[in-house]
């Protein structure tokens, strides 16, 4: 899986991404520890702080509304019990993979490894492995440093989540909705 992920193109083939995997006794220390963090409202602190819906675009700020709103249709009235309680087991995940770059990373390694990172959803999908993307992965980055040995010098960027689909839980019966390609695409001849 890494190995595909790593045809993946990178700025003058500069490979900039750094991985660990967390699962078995270590991805269980992780899951406990960021469990105590969220029940005793600690501070999430990730690497890269996630930013306030207000300072997106307006098409995506209508974007995340539509998809947030659309939580309670299929989760029911306790649907942000149901997603924290799906997010503080890490969403059942069997092994998590946690992409770091190096401090002070150009802004072109963020292409880069969202570039690898989508060689590695695609790469598990076809061995009929599930994933999911999460900034629950990566909140308390203290917790991944310690368990995973990442030195200060890497950010950890974020983590992917992979297992086997529970169909029983309803978390995963949310969906996300594409905008028509005709918004998005332009083709001048």
Known sequence: MIGIAQKAPSWVNSQPQKVYVAQGETLE???????????????????????????????????????????????????QETLGKEASQLYNAQAVVYLTLPKGYIPWSLFDLGAFSQNIL?????QGIDSIVAYNFVKYPQILR???????????IVGIGLGFEDEQAQVNRITSKRMDTESILKIKK
């Open 146 to 156: 310690e368990e995973l040995k990442i030195p200060d010098d890497e950010e950890i």
């Open 122 to 126: 695609l790469a598990t999908t076809e």
């Open 29 to 79: 220390a992780i899951r406990k520890q960021q469990q105590e963090l969220a029940i005793t409202g600690a501070k999430t602190n990730s690497d890269i702080p996630p930013m306030s819906r207000k300072l997106w675009s307006e098409q995506a700020q209508k974007n995340m509304a539509e998809w947030s709103h659309g939580i309670p249709a299929v989760l029911g009235d306790n649907w």
